[in-house]
């Protein structure tokens, strides 16, 4: 930026630097008024961050709002710029000005079940601990409760830490507010002494790594580089040791996930979704190219030490689809081993840290491309993979997504304050919620006891496709032992194992995926039931084979 364009905005500058900046909870609450830097000096090192600031909505924004910027300008005059300032990554430091929006944040819906594990005769899995084998998440499967809690709740899951972090107290299961203001005031360390992986309570597991944090939490979104990889300039990267790595992570979901800090424009920060768009070139929508050009992610790489460090995606339109799909997607997120030949493949591997981006038709293709599975099922011996919340892709194609709904329109809709002002909510809800301001806002011929009666439709349908899957899927599981026992062949047994991991990846991404089929009833009917012939073409194999290794003995 030249001297002459920076002139022409210096009196934009001063303007804002008359502002009255009240110091937000995240600046040690004390109600102060901020003592506003000269935002030009800043902007003789920090270049990418001038074009981004002085023409969006926050120009006016000094940069001490979200950093401690005061001293590190004099440092920095000093050629002591070794040393950053702090950032404020809570969103609290939002908060100030968007009080409506952090508020609904923060907010607990009460309505939901707490802590309801996925397998149980309730919820949409019973079988779940069977079909799941010997994995980790046989330990804990829980159904998501309110976005406040998504780091907390990664924390306490049996699966992850051994059992390591707990709740300070069980009342604080539903503080909200202190689980976003910061997870250690509601958690704490059994041992803070060590931070090696190790169980500290029976039945738990130590499962976690440093990629399934990135969506959680983008607290360390400063010191981490890009796809995690090992960096000079890097804090953290995905082979770092996990328990160190959460004891710095503080608050979930931050604002500027989605939300460019100095823009305010929409945008993307997971690095695995960035790689899937542009470096892979799979485009915003895979399954439409019309979509794809005109949603657009533009990737901004910024360097430390004169190296490509961390990367950032804006998008040229806000689009929430993409935004959510940067934690609501399949990708992995933990070693593995490889189909090709059973190597394991560690967290130095960048395939730990990837997005498919691909629908439950193409994940088998785009998992054999990348030469990956995740597990192998502890009766059977086939090699499987496990899948995360699959819900972008299985929106993607769908009645609502090809007439332009987005995840915001059903579970964020804007809402009118007592003053006549309207803000987005940003407590993800189900529709059930808010049937006026979801369901209703489209389908106004119905009444909202009507909008619930064709969800609970849908989802009751798809509730009994996945029974009869697990039904058949158990079924063929539980012959593997007879059929070794009989002397069944391993070719036989191969055979059957190929037709599991169809049968498990379609009957799975249905349990994983959180809606029940409601976001998109037809692919979920599709698969089960490709899940259920698969199952049954197993138990026919499995079984004609006992009965003709039995005949021969």
Known sequence: MNDLNRLGRVGRWVAGAACLFLASAAHAGSGDQLK???????????????????????????????????????????????????????????????????NSFASVRHESHPREEKANPRSRSPKFDTLIGAHGFSLEHAEPRSHAFMLVDHFIVDRAYGGRFQYKSWQNVTDG?????????????????????????????????????????????????????????????????????????????????????????????RDALIHAVVDQGLGTYPYDEAKSEHVTLTPVTFQRGGEDFRKIGLLNVADSNLMCGQCHVEYNCNPGFQQSDGAPVGMDDRRTNHFFWANVFDYAEAAKEIDFFDFTHVTTGAPLPKLQHPELETFWGSTHERNGVTCADCHMPRVKLENGKEYTMHSPRTPRDMMNRACLNCHDGWTEA??????????????????????????????????????????????????????????????????????????????????ITKSKEGVGKLDAAIDAAVAAN
């Open 36 to 102: 506003p830097v000269d935002a030009l000096q800043c902007y003789d090192c920090h270049t990418q961050i001038e074009d981004m600031h002085v023409v969006g909505k926050h120009a006016t924004v000094n940069c001490v709002h979200c950093h401690d910027a005061t001293e590190h300008v004099e440092t920095a005059s000093a050629r002591r710029m070794g040393e950053r300032p702090v950032t404020h990554t809570s969103p609290e430091a939002c908060a100030s000005c968007h009080t409506a929006q952090f």
């Open 177 to 269: 507010l202190g689980a976003v203001r910061g997870a250690w005031t509601v958690i704490e360390d059994m041992d803070p002494t060590t931070s090696d992986q190790r169980r500290f309570l029976a039945q738990t597991a130590t499962a976690a790594n440093p990629v399934c944090l990135n969506c959680k939490t983008q607290d360390h979104i400063l010191d981490w580089a890009y796809m995690g990889d090992e960096h000079d300039a890097a804090k953290w990267a995905r082979t770092s040791k996990v328990v160190d790595f959460a004891r710095d992570l503080h608050h979930p979901v931050n604002c500027y996930m989605c939300h460019d800090p100095h823009s305010t424009e929409p945008r993307v920060v």
């Open 450 to 531: 009507e909008a619930e009666y064709a969800i609970d439709y849908i989802k009751n349908y798809t509730h009994g496709k996945i029974m009869k899957a697990e039904f058949w899927l158990a079924r063929m599981i539980d012959l593997f032992p007879v059929a070794k026992r009989a002397g069944v062949s391993e070719d036989v047994l191969n055979e059957v194992r190929a037709l599991h991991y169809d049968a498990h990846l379609h009957w799975e991404w249905w349990t994983a995926e959180n809606s029940v089929g409601f976001h998109n009833p037809d692919q979920a009917r599709e698969s089960l039931m490709k899940s």
